[in-house]
T-cell receptor
C-alpha cells in the first residue's frame, strides 16, 4: 500500500524568505506525485504534478518540486514566498493511472507567511 | 481545465436529519467520483468511490447506510448523510478524474455542521 509522509505540520516563514515543504512517500510500484494547495474552507487546487519525464516540475506561481526516486521524496520549494502563499499544502500520490485511480494524501503542512 | 461544482458550500442541520451534498462535473463526463472527508487540521480520507450506474465502493470503516452515495448520471454524484449527528460534522470534498488520466479535479467542498 502507498503512504505519504509530510514531515512538518506547520512551517512559519517571513515574507520573501525561501521555503521547503517536505514530502516522502512509500510505494511498491511506480507512482504519480502531486502537490495540492487548500485555502480556508475551500477545495483543493492542483499546484503541480509529476507524471514522467523531467524530475523537476514547476508551477506558474513560482513553486517547484523535484522527484527523487532514490530518496522517495517530492519536496516543494519556493525561493521567495508572499503573504498570499499562506495556505495548507498537501502532498499526494497515486499508483499507476487510469480513470479509476485513487489519491493518498499526506497530513498536510500549514504554511504561514508573516510580514 | 475541468470543473467540478459542489453544492452546498456549507450547511447547518439538526441532529437526526439528513443532508444531501451534490457534486457535478460541468464540462466533462465522470463515470467515477471520489468522496473524501476532512477533519479539522487533518488530511483528506477517502470515504467511497461512486460509479455511474452501479453501487458505490466504500472504504473500510465507512458506514454504507449512513453515507448514501448515488451516481445517477455521468455528471452528477450525490452524498447523503442520513440521521446526522454532531460527530458527522466535517468538511466533505468530492473529486473526479479529469480528461487526463492521472489528474483529479476537486469540488469546492461542503462544510457540514450538525447541531
Amino acid at each position: 500500500a502507498q503512504s505519504v509522509t509530510q514531515l512538518d505540520s506547520q512551517v512559519p516563514v517571513f515574507e520573501e524568505a525561501p521555503v521547503e515543504l517536505r514530502c516522502n512517500y512509500s510505494s511498491s510500484v511506480s507512482v504519480y506525485l502531486f502537490w495540492y494547495v487548500q485555502y480556508p474552507n475551500q477545495g483543493l487546487q492542483l499546484l503541480l504534478k509529476y507524471l514522467s519525464g523531467s524530475t523537476l516540475v514547476e508551477s506558474i506561481n513560482g513553486f517547484e518540486a523535484e522527484f527523487n526516486k532514490s530518496q522517495t521524496s517530492f519536496h516543494l520549494r519556493k525561493p521567495s514566498v508572499h503573504i498570499s502563499d499562506t495556505a495548507e499544502y498537501f502532498c499526494a500520490v497515486s499508483e499507476g493511472g487510469g480513470s479509476n485511480y485513487k489519491l493518498t494524501f499526506g497530513k498536510g503542512t500549514l504554511l504561514t507567511v508573516n510580514p | 481545465g475541468a470543473v467540478v461544482s459542489q453544492h452546498p458550500s456549507w450547511v447547518i442541520c439538526k441532529s437526526g436529519t439528513s443532508v444531501k451534498i451534490e457534486c457535478r462535473s460541468l464540462d466533462f463526463q465522470a463515470t467515477t467520483m471520489f468522496w473524501y472527508r476532512q477533519f479539522p487540521k487533518q488530511s483528506l480520507m477517502l470515504m467511497a468511490t461512486s460509479n455511474e450506474g452501479s453501487k458505490a465502493t466504500y472504504e473500510q470503516g465507512v458506514e454504507k447506510d449512513k453515507f448514501l452515495i448515488n451516481h445517477a448520471s455521468l455528471t452528477l454524484s450525490t452524498l447523503t448523510v442520513t440521521s446526522a449527528h454532531p460527530e458527522d460534522s466535517s468538511f466533505y470534498i468530492c473529486s473526479a478524474p479529469g480528461t487526463v488520466n492521472t489528474e483529479a479535479f476537486f469540488g469546492q467542498g461542503t462544510r457540514l455542521t450538525v447541531v
